[in-house]
């Protein structure tokens, strides 16, 4: 998408609204970037001259350059293409900005959000750059604003709460509170982005016990549309405190989470991989599990099935939340006989890096979502569902489809309900869910249209089967969704509505609707409105 057309879809509706309607004045943007401690004479702008939206991204450039050289990255510099690579996925990678700027604290945030709308230039975030599709967290043509420099960690005198700047990835912040025998709720690979995976839900190996990462989240500093940076919690501005515990990019651009310590020791964890003969065992246990899940809430089990070498492999991943060896829960997968078995006791920063391995950088990728009611047919229909579709990609040069269950069991979605709730829009009434997570890799650029068309036959024949069976639930989990899917209408019309009036309220010019376009918007489309077919 180029960003020529988002100025000109900018104008559009400039043009359609009066001027006041749209953007924040000239003088209140640079008045808020004084106080920042912005020299704005660097900027040669008065309220009358300033050229709003005339080549916007080049202009915002020159001006970053100018007042931070050092944090500051274009095209001409060698490390541009460093970072430009250092996307999870070859298709964020594939993305050119026009500028890259780092910001080293929360001010800098600001000043860079305010400079944006001076110059009305698109603008994308990127915390762990995880997210798979194109202009996530990365904008052609645009300002990529990187939060890595935001990577201060702090722990509470008293060390209930730690203190996670926003650019962080997970296996610095376990490395972090492991000496003090604490962690915190977050991912379950080492790389992956606080900002990003928090921002959207956030499923880790202790969410049975304590909800989602976004549901122990006790503060959110985070940088509004006017620059004005908040507290967001229970007690300070506590709609924009719901809607960010779930509600994505679309209210600000959080520079620090204050996360909820527990106590945490080293897990039983590890994977049993199991030949396409136990496969039919593997899904009745799984089912099981999913049935008694809630009655061991220091449990967690990821259930794959994926394709390698011709063969289907079913792969449960256990991880228990002590160092207890095979705990009941787990006694129906540890009975059938596995190919490999590499349960071990590990501390979590050891098991966030045995992720890790699978999940390797530069690929392409793409992954898809579903939630459904928890039956053991519906389990049987998703495998048998992707057994029959991944194979006409069978050729596929560096192809790895898995399909990945887990179960949100009402032991999670009880936690769901504290501090006032998240905007998910999940209840304990809703049952024991299975959330889908269809995960495909693959090598060549040649092969992404038979490949898509694939995921999406797997993702709307699974829904179709829901629906006939009256399993069907329309919850989409933001941090599995694809570009096709609309994320934030599936919350419910409750929560949906009540997102658009938080973000008419702290964002009352939109910015980071219509500035900010990647990922999952409040607009309810899907980032990408042709399904591949
Ligand atoms: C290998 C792998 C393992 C995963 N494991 C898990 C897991 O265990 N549990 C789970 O729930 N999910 C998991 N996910 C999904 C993951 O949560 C999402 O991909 C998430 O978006 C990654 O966050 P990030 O910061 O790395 O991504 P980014 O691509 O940097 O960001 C994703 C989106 O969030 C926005 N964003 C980021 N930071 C902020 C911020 N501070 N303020 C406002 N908006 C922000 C970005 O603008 C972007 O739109 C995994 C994904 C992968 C690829
Ligand atoms: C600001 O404008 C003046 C006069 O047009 C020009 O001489 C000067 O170089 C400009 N400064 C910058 C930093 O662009
Ligand atoms: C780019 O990355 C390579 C490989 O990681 C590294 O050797 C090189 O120093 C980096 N270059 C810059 C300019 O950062
Ligand atoms: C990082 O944390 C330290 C210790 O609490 C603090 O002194 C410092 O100001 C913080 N830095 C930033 C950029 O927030
Ligand atoms: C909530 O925000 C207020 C206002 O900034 C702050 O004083 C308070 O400490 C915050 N509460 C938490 C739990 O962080
Ligand atoms: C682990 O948890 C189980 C079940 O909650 C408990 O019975 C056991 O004592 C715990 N073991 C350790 C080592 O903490
Ligand atoms: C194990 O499987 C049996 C059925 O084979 C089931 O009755 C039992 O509840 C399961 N146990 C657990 C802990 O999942
Ligand atoms: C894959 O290649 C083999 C050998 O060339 C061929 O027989 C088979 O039909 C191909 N499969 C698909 C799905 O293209
Ligand atoms: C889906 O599951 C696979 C396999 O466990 C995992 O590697 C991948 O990270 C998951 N996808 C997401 C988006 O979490
Ligand atoms: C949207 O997806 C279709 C395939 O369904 C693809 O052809 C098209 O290029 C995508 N559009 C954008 C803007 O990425």
């Not at 990365?138 to 996670?164: E, F, K, M, P």
């Not at 690979?189 to 202790?206: D, E, M």
């Not at 793409?366 to 057994?387: G, N, P, Q």
Request: glycine content about 8%; some cysteine.
């Amino acid at each position: 998408m180029g960003v020529a057309r988002l100025v000109v879809a900018a104008l559009v509706t400039a043009s359609l609204v009066t001027e006041a309607v749209v953007a924040q004045s000239t003088d209140a943007i640079l008045r808020q970037l004084q106080a920042n401690g912005v020299d704005i004479t660097a900027l040669n702008i008065t309220s009358t001259t300033v050229p709003r939206a005339q080549k916007g991204c080049s202009i915002l450039t020159s001006a970053l350059v100018k007042l931070f050289p050092s944090q500051t990255l274009t095209s001409r510099e060698a490390s541009f293409s460093n970072w430009t690579e250092s996307f999870w996925s070859q298709q964020q990678e594939e993305v050119t900005p026009k500028s890259i700027f780092k910001p080293a604290c929360p001010i800098d945030v600001s000043s860079a959000v305010l400079l944006a709308e001076l110059f009305s230039c698109p603008f994308a975030v990127k915390s762990g750059g995880h997210a798979a599709f194109s202009g996530a967290s990365n904008i052609q043509g645009g300002l990529s604003i990187d939060l890595s420099g935001l990577d201060n960690i702090t722990l509470s005198s008293d060390q209930t709460v730690a203190s996670v700047g926003a650019g962080n990835v997970w296996v610095d912040v376990y490395n972090y509170l492991e000496p003090y025998g604490l962690s915190v709720i977050g991912g379950r690979v080492s790389t992956i982005g606080v900002g990003g995976l928090t921002t959207g839900g956030g499923i880790s190996f202790f969410s049975q016990e304590y909800g989602w990462a976004c549901d122990n989240v006790v503060n959110y500093e985070v940088v509004l549309a006017s620059g004005i940076i908040v507290n967001a919690n229970v007690s300070s501005y506590p709609d924009l405190y719901w809607a960010l515990r779930g509600g994505g990019n679309n209210f600000g651009i959080v520079t620090r989470f204050d996360l909820r310590t527990h106590v945490q020791g080293s897990l039983w964890s590890g994977s049993l991989i199991y030949l396409p003969e136990q496969s039919d065992e593997a899904i009745d246990a799984f089912y099981y599990y999913g049935v008694n899940a809630a009655s061991d809430s220091k449990s967690a089990v990821i259930m794959n099935w994926a394709y390698t070498q011709g063969m289907f492999f079913a792969v449960a991943d256990l991880e228990y939340a002590n160092a207890t060896i095979n705990p009941p829960i787990f006694q129906n997968f540890t009975a059938i006989p596995a190919y490999q078995n590499t349960m071990e006791v590990r501390t979590l920063p050891e098991v966030t890096d045995m992720f890790q391995v699978d999940n390797p950088d530069g690929l392409r990728e793409s992954y898809w979502t579903a939630t459904f009611a928890l039956t053991k047919e519906m389990i049987a229909y998703c495998v048998e569902t992707f057994e029959t579709e991944v194979v006409r990609a069978a050729n596929a040069t560096g192809y790895l489809p898995a399909l990945v269950l887990q179960v949100i069991s009402t032991d999670v979605t009880t936690q769901m309900q504290k501090n006032g709730g998240n905007a998910l829009g999940l209840s304990p009434s809703d049952g024991n869910l299975l959330l889908l997570n269809l995960s495909f890799m693959w090598g060549d650029i040649a092969d992404d249209n038979l490949i898509l068309n694939i995921l999406g036959a797997i993702t709307s024949k699974t829904i179709a089967y829901a629906k006939a069976n009256g399993l069907y639930k329309e919850y989409l989990y933001m941090n599995y969704a694809s570009q096709y899917q609309a994320v934030i209408p599936s919350y419910g019309t409750e929560n949906f509505n009540k997102l658009k009036s938080v973000s008419a309220k702290y964002d009352p010019y939109q910015v980071f609707q219509n500035l900010e376009p990647g990922y999952f918007k409040l607009s309810g489309q899907a980032p990408n409105t042709t399904y591949p077919s």
